[in-house]
T-cell receptor
Framework: DAKTTQPNSMESNEEEPVHLPCNHS???????IHWYRQLPSQGPEYVIH???SNVNNRMASLAIAEDRKSSTLILHRATLRDAAVYYC?????????????FGQGTRLTINP | DAGVTQSPTHLIKTRGQQVTLRCSPK?????VSWYQQALGQGPQFIFQ???????QRGNFPDRFSGHQFPNYSSELNVNALLLGDSALYLC????????????FGQGTRLTVV
């Protein structure tokens, strides 16, 4: 399976932007890049996804490198509620089925 | 919309026993995937069901089996439980067609003693 590599942890201050990096050098042409986050005692929550172009939604922005071997999740103005484990995931399609290949994730701490 | 619901939320079993976990997908979703999340790790894909058949399987032994019902709900069965099966089991639902996100349930915390 194609894999993703993320920093184990990152720290930021409230109301500041946060850039969460991810490497996926073995990504294939049909793999989508997804980001999920997980709060304690909860299931993962979808944040954003993209294939080649940069994407924006109400939660975040996703910047994808031109060669697609890396991407960055951008939280424009972090709040305390953004503290979570953020997973950069490849959505792999095999024989009509899709699966999410999770890495270890980045634990994001937000300081007040 | 209730989202993805899983039951039970917590479960304690003894080694060698069998367990069944249940999942109801989000309304409008026809595909269910199961993941195992060990403490401190990212979720690992177990298998995916749509049209009542297993379509893709991760690197898990045959002790792990599943079922999908006509109403798209699903069960995960684990036989001959081992201590190492203790984990959070997550169900995710999605639509088979279209590039849409998966919605996860809160999970079932299984402890094997």
């Amino acid at each position: 399976d194609a894999k993703t590599t993320q920093p184990n942890s990152m720290e930021s201050n409230e109301e500041e932007p946060v850039h969460l990096p991810c490497n996926h050098s073995t990504i294939s042409g049909t793999d989508y890049i997804h980001w999920y986050r997980q709060l304690p005692s909860q299931g993962p929550e979808y944040v954003i996804h993209g294939l080649t172009s940069n994407v924006n939604n109400r939660m975040a922005s996703l910047a994808i490198a031109e060669d697609r071997k890396s991407s960055t999740l951008i939280l424009h103005r972090a709040t305390l509620r953004d503290a979570a484990v953020y997973y950069c995931i490849l959505r792999v399609q095999i024989q009509g089925a899709q699966k999410l290949v999770f890495g270890q994730g980045t634990r994001l701490t937000i300081n007040p | 919309d209730a989202g993805v619901t899983q039951s039970p939320t917590h479960l304690i079993k003894t080694r060698g026993q069998q367990v069944t976990l249940r999942c109801s997908p989000k309304s409008g979703h026809d595909t269910v995937s199961w993941y195992q999340q060990a403490l401190g790790q990212g979720p690992q894909f177990i298998f995916q069901y749509y049209e009542e058949e297993e379509r893709q399987r991760g690197n898990f032994p045959d002790r792990f089996s599943g079922h999908q019902f006509p109403n798209y709900s699903s069960e995960l069965n684990v036989n001959a439980l081992l201590l190492g099966d203790s984990a959070l089991y997550l169900c995710a639902s999605s639509r088979r067609w279209g590039n849409t996100e998966a919605f996860f349930g809160q999970g079932t915390r299984l402890t094997v003693v």
